[in-house]
Structure formats: structure tokens, C-alpha cells
């Protein structure tokens, strides 16, 4: 396993408000990682940085010993927790776009994960439900080779069974040699298909663990231990 | 990867564009049609009328969708998506400037034609021929060549400020003002560069001078000030001098806002 992504004394602001405060951690491939925390701890802006989308932090940042830029998005695949995608496009004109930009996308595999999911390829991203757009979106995601993904709460707007597929998908697709990096509060779902947790809390990483050394050092499962920390 | 951000740029902005030029095309079909079988006035009248406004609206609405368009591909949700492709952030500027400056020029185009075809509708086009035989016995008909560069950098002009404003309004120092730091800061902008480029235009000694007797241009290094001073004093004119100082300085301007704007678009823009 080798580092692919070196985060040191991160610190991000908005306007007075610490959001992450002296962050620092590896992520190496072959892992998938559970971020958590409550709503606005910092797990979308840690997300947006390793993305590129943020530039005002103060730190460091590596993507493969390099910052953020042009090669970095080339070998991440990001899903935000919005849509991105034009409403007036229609799922198979998505699917044209990430096989001109990305070279490690796969159109075949996009299109059985389309079909898994029922989706019609010719139907327009603004006539689905937000459930629908956001399978639409992993389906892109979860079809490139990617060297990282992030996948920033893909489970928020799912119902149950949704959720379940959603995570096998997730399972059965991203590259062994990758990193997945899962931002969720819906724990219950998700502890299954964690390598290792990162909790975040108060801007600060209140623990940073793999789950069997959790189970082991806590006798608690994650969700017990998410419990634990983040009681109000 | 330009040529596939402007495949996509072309692809999104001419689903709604040439719906204007098309509505356009019938009015303009009904003048014609009215002028030349019709012959009932009114119908000629009202449709000219008609094509005239649309003329003047497909510029203004090209020119709105350009700057929304804009807007919401970088710098709303569409942005997470294209912030987050694998290319320089300069290429997305460039192919959204374009996008925009081929839409724009073929608005303007389409604006000029429907006025042609408005003034056809009236029956004036014989007081337009006698006005441009006039042009042409002064020898000014090559003037009017000036007028394409003239208006081909205020486009460029134009969406350089505009693109700068909108960028700088994304930036972390002015997220919390939301879409009215865009406006604020082009207005801004726009004062300073007009007022600089007035002092340009007035005070650098490279101008273009034109004579009244026989109609003439010519460079010269006369400042415009000059020729104010000597028209004030009540002196008889021979001919006019344009500061070309403003122009140098747009065309200065033009490559300085792009590049910042590329600059901020990489270093400083962060999503909110």
C-alpha cells in the first residue's frame, strides 16, 4: 500500500468560523474510508479541498506528492453531495461528456449500472426524481478507474433498499488499488463496507482508526462508538 | 481538451440562441411577404415594428444568456463538474469567451440584418441608398470598416469585464454578498476603465485624423486634447482628431482582465 493522499495542519476558515483545524492524515490505496461526523463538522469542505474546489486553505494538501490541480482531478472521481450535472442533459449525453473528459471512464460498465439501476439513458437529468439524479451521478463516478474516490454523503437522499444498492455498487466497482474516501452521517448503512473511520468533530479528527482495532481496543461497533462521541 | 469544452459550450448554448434567430427568420419572412404580395399596410408596418424590437432583443437576450450561462456552468453546481475536470482552468475561460463572442457576433450581425429588413418594411430603403450614395461621393465607405474591429474588441471588452466581475465575485472574501458582488464589482470595474481609457483617448499623442473636405483618415501623433482646446477656443476646424490611446488601452485591458480572471479561476475561485 502506498500513500496517495498526505494531508498536513490543514486549517480552513469561513470568514471568522474554524471549519477544519489543524487536519493531518494518509490515506493509502487499497482502502475504503469511512469520514463521519454531525452535519457541518467539515467533512465536505475536507472533501472539496482534496478536490481541488477549495483553494484558501492553509497547509498542506498532496495528491500523489502533488497539490491539487490538473493531474490530481484526472485520476480523482468526485461526487458531491449536489447535482452537477446540466439539468437539460439527458443521462446518455452525461455519460458522452465523462468519455471525452475522462480516459479511464468505462461506457460500457456505465451503461449495466444504468440499467441496474432502471434508469432510462435517454431520459433528461431534470425530469428524474433527486433519488434518480443522484444514481445517475454515482453511476459516472463509479465508472472510471480512478485512483481516488470521494464520494461526498452519496447515501442522503436514498430510501433503504436504494441505499443498500447504492453500496454495493460502490463495493463491486471501485478499483482495488484505490482509496474511497465515504463522507456520511447515516452510519447504520455504511459500517459494513469501512476499512478505517476518520470522526470528525468541532473542525478537529476526534478519531482516526481502522474498524477491527475499534472493535477490538472499544469492544463497540462504529456505530456504537459514533454514538459515543457525538453525543448531544 | 479545448475543442471538446467548446463542442460542449457550442452543444449547451445553442439549445436556446438560435430559437431567437428563428422567430426572427419568420418575422423577417412576413415583411418580406407583406412587402412583396401582401401589400397591406398596417400588416408591413406592425411586422417591421415588430422585427425591429426582435432585432434589438436577440442581442440583449444572447447577451443575458451568455453571462448566466456563465454563472451557473462555473460557478453553481455545474461548477463542481467542471471545476473538477481534468483540464486548466484558463481552457474553460476560453472556451466559454468563445462561445459567447461567436454568439454575440452573430447577434449583432442578425441585429443589423433586421433592421435592414424593419427599414425595407418602411420603405425607406431608397432614402438609405441615397444616404450611403452620400457616404460613398465623400469617400468614406471604407470608413465604415473601422467600425467591425471597433466593435469585435468591445465585445471582447465587455466580456472580459463581465467574466472578471463574476469571478471575483467568487471568491472566498466575497461569497457572503452572493450574486451582488458580481454587479458591484463590474461596476467598479467598469468606472475605472472608463475613466482611464477617457484619459487615454484625450491625452496620448497617437490619434486618427479625419478631414472634412474630402473625407480622409490618417494616423498622426496629435493628442485629442489638443483638438478639443483648438474647438473650444472657437477656431475653425479642418477635420477631426479620435484618440486611438483608448483603443491601445482596451486591447491592453482586454488581455490583462482575461488573464486574471484565468489566474483567479486556478488560484483563488472556491466553490462555496
Known amino acids: ?232 | 481538451m479545448l475543442s471538446k469544452l467548446l463542442k460542449y459550450e457550442f452543444k449547451d448554448t445553442a439549445r436556446t440562441i438560435p430559437l431567437l434567430y428563428l422567430v426572427g427568420l419568420i418575422f423577417a419572412g412576413l415583411v418580406l411577404f407583406s412587402v412583396k404580395l401582401l401589400h397591406i399596410q398596417w400588416f408591413q408596418f406592425t411586422t417591421s415594428v415588430v422585427l425591429m424590437l426582435l432585432g434589438i432583443a436577440v442581442s440583449i437576450i444572447t447577451f443575458v444568456i451568455i453571462v448566466m450561462r456563465f454563472y451557473k456552468n462555473l460557478y453553481s453546481n455545474e461548477g463542481y463538474l467542471m471545476f473538477t475536470l481534468p483540464v486548466k482552468p484558463g481552457l474553460l475561460l476560453a472556451s466559454k469567451s468563445i462561445a459567447a463572442f461567436f454568439w454575440m457576433i452573430l447577434s449583432y450581425c442578425f441585429t443589423a440584418g433586421a433592421f435592414l429588413v424593419s427599414l425595407y418594411g418602411f420603405g425607406v430603403t431608397g432614402e438609405l441608398a441615397l444616404a450611403m450614395d452620400e457616404i460613398k461621393s465623400l469617400g468614406a465607405e471604407k470608413m465604415i470598416y473601422l467600425f467591425i474591429p471597433a466593435i469585435v474588441l468591445a465585445t471582447l471588452y465587455l466580456l472580459g469585464q463581465i467574466y472578471f466581475a463574476v469571478t471575483v465575485a467568487n471568491t472566498p472574501a466575497l461569497h457572503s454578498m452572493g450574486i451582488a458582488a458580481a454587479f458591484l464589482v463590474f461596476i467598479a470595474t467598469n468606472i475605472i476603465l472608463q475613466i482611464v481609457e477617457a484619459i487615454f483617448t484625450v491625452f496620448i499623442p497617437f490619434s486618427i485624423e479625419i478631414g472634412f473636405e474630402k473625407i480622409n483618415a490618417s494616423l498622426t501623433s496629435k493628442n485629442m486634447f489638443g483638438f478639443i482646446l483648438e474647438t473650444v477656443k472657437g477656431s475653425e476646424p479642418t477635420g477631426i482628431v479620435i484618440g486611438l490611446g483608448g483603443y491601445v488601452f482596451e486591447i491592453v485591458m482586454v488581455c490583462v482582465l482575461f488573464y486574471v480572471t484565468s489566474r483567479m479561476m486556478k488560484n483563488k475561485v472556491s466553490l462555496k
Not at chain 1, 160 to 187: C, F, G, Q
Request: charged share 30%.
Open chain 1, 1 to 232: 500500500m502506498s500513500r496517495i493522499i498526505e494531508i498536513s495542519s490543514l486549517d480552513k476558515k469561513y470568514g471568522s468560523r474554524k471549519v477544519l483545524d489543524n487536519i493531518s492524515l494518509t490515506l493509502e490505496n487499497g482502502t475504503i474510508v469511512g469520514l463521519l461526523g454531525p452535519n457541518g463538522c467539515g467533512k465536505t469542505t475536507l472533501i472539496k479541498t482534496i478536490a481541488g474546489l477549495i483553494k484558501d486553505y492553509k497547509g498542506k494538501v498532496l495528491i500523489e506528492g502533488s497539490e491539487p490541480g490538473e493531474y490530481s482531478k484526472s485520476i480523482i472521481s468526485y461526487l458531491p453531495e449536489k447535482t452537477y450535472l446540466s439539468e437539460n442533459y439527458k443521462a446518455r449525453e452525461a455519460l458522452d461528456f465523462f468519455e471525452d473528459f475522462y480516459a479511464d471512464f468505462d461506457r460500457k460498465k456505465a451503461l449495466e449500472m444504468l440499467t441496474q439501476f432502471k434508469l432510462d439513458p435517454d431520459q433528461k437529468i431534470k425530469s428524474m426524481s433527486k433519488g434518480m439524479q443522484e444514481k445517475v451521478q454515482l453511476t459516472l463516478v463509479m465508472s472510471r478507474k480512478a485512483k481516488i474516490y470521494l464520494l461526498d454523503e452519496p447515501l442522503g437522499g436514498l430510501d433503504p433498499a436504494s441505499r443498500k444498492a447504492m453500496l454495493d455498487i460502490i463495493l463491486n466497482n471501485y478499483s482495488e488499488d484505490a482509496v474511497v474516501l465515504l463522507s456520511t452521517h447515516l452510519i447504520n448503512d455504511v459500517e459494513r463496507i469501512f476499512d478505517r473511520v476518520i470522526m470528525i468533530g468541532d473542525s478537529k479528527i476526534l478519531i482516526d482508526d481502522t474498524v477491527d482495532n475499534i472493535r477490538e481496543n472499544n469492544g463497540k461497533s462504529v456505530v456504537e462508538l459514533f454514538e459515543e462521541v457525538f453525543k448531544c
